[in-house]
């Protein structure tokens, strides 16, 4: 589940690297202890600059999002512990108005909250660097969205959309089981849509760059920034056609 927000002035300056201290500090032994806020906080920056710079060129391909991030310290949000630490890109502030009017007062609460919409994020775990986006049981108008545009047209224009996303993972909430995007069959898929009950499962298509001790993924080398957010434009098509928006407007009906 997304977190408060807190207040950083202070942006990330300089070439975008993730190191393996980004990573470990989220370890279990390391993840409750307060000493260890201010390096967290270095890469809670570096995702928050990656996010920014991925606004522009999502933006350009129809995706207009606002970022923020998780909190890097441990408080009563997180259980006491930060174990992943998220840069987040949900719908902007208009399309959130244009929301609660379609929802109505009761059904809009708390739509603030980016956990309440699909999102695409960028996140660091102990073990790996991840792209995804994220549909959570609370976010369940657009899961219903995606549902119910998939029932309407037949699945095979989201099964075309993920047969584009090769390296990514289709995930359902805490299944074990794995669809991987660019070996998807309409067999398979539909399985996954019968499985799926917005509301009650939450949805993720990610992909993950693992992060083992000392070691320098493709994610993580130089370049890392322009990496992610080319990462992230390749999922802007799936958004668009599964999140609600005037354009894509299947919630009800």
């Not at 102990?126 to 986006?133: G, H, K, Q």
């Not at 089981?177 to 849509?193: N, Q």
């Not at 799926?196 to 083992?212: D, I, M, Y």
């Amino acid at each position: 589940m997304a977190q408060t927000r807190t207040p950083d002035p202070r942006p990330h300056s300089g070439p975008i690297l993730f190191e393996e201290g980004d990573f470990h500090v989220l370890s279990e032994g390391l993840c409750r202890d307060r000493q260890y806020d201010d390096r967290r906080l270095v890469a809670r920056r570096k995702l928050l600059a990656v996010g920014k710079a991925s606004l522009p060129p999502l933006a350009a391909a129809g995706v207009k999002l606002e970022c923020r991030t998780s909190l890097h310290h441990p408080s009563q949000f997180n259980g006491g512990r930060v174990r992943r630490l998220w840069a987040y890109l949900s719908r902007a502030k208009a399309d959130k108005v244009r929301l609660r009017k379609v929802l109505g007062r009761d059904l809009a609460k708390d739509l603030d909250s980016a956990y309440r919409n699909a999102y695409l994020c960028v996140a660091i775990e102990p073990e790996a660097l991840e792209v995804s986006l994220r549909i959570h049981t609370d976010a369940w108008y657009d899961g219903q969205n995606l549902s119910k545009r998939a029932a309407a047209e037949g699945p095979g224009a989201l099964l075309e959309l993920l047969g584009e996303l090769g390296g990514f993972r289709l995930r359902l909430h805490d299944w074990r089981g794995e669809w991987p995007c660019g070996e998807l069959t309409r067999e398979r898929l539909e399985e996954f849509l019968s499985f799926w009950t917005p509301g009650e499962h939450s949805l993720a298509v990610e992909r993950r760059f693992p992060a083992p001790a000392g070691a320098r993924g493709p994610a993580l080398e130089e370049g890392a920034a322009e990496h992610l957010t080319a990462e992230l434009l390749r999922l802007a098509p799936l958004f668009r056609y599964a999140v609600w928006s005037q354009q894509s407007d299947f919630l009800f009906a």
